[in-house]
């Protein structure tokens, strides 16, 4: 089985920094993109940032600038940093990554999701 397990999140204030890391862990052959989503009090989940597994990212234009996604490979891991945080970010972000895994010996890709963070910006 795989998970996505996610770590950080929390309470800050306007224009403040957090960083929130999601890495896989279980028995898989690679990870194709990852990225985070995030879900606000009565809104749709929508797409933060993506990166692929070469690197290449993509930014929801209400995060431009000062978000940055990022990944380590060697460590399945992804982090998302975001700067000057803003009231309107506050949402419960996600993790999800496209997952290679062979079964039976096909090889098949699934797309898995973390658990939520909480990430709250209040003054």
């Known amino acids: 089985q795989v998970q996505l397990v996610e770590s950080g999140g929390g309470l800050v204030q306007p224009g403040w920094s957090l960083t929130l890391s999601c890495a896989a862990e279980g028995t898989f052959s690679g990870i194709n993109d990852m990225g985070w989503y995030r879900q606000a009090p009565g809104k749709d989940r929508e797409l933060v940032a993506e990166?692929?597994?070469?690197?290449?990212?993509k930014y929801a234009d209400s995060v431009k600038g000062r978000f940055t996604i990022s990944r380590d490979n060697a460590k399945n891991t992804v982090y998302l940093q975001m700067n000057s945080l803003k009231l309107e970010d506050t949402a419960v972000y996600y993790c999800?990554?496209?997952?290679?895994?062979?079964?039976?010996?096909?090889?098949?890709?699934?797309?898995?999701w973390g658990q939520g963070r909480q990430v709250t910006v209040s003054s």
């Open positions: 990166i692929t597994s070469s690197g290449n990212t």
């Open positions: 999800t990554g496209e997952v290679r895994r062979r079964v039976m010996g096909v090889m098949t890709v699934g797309d898995y």
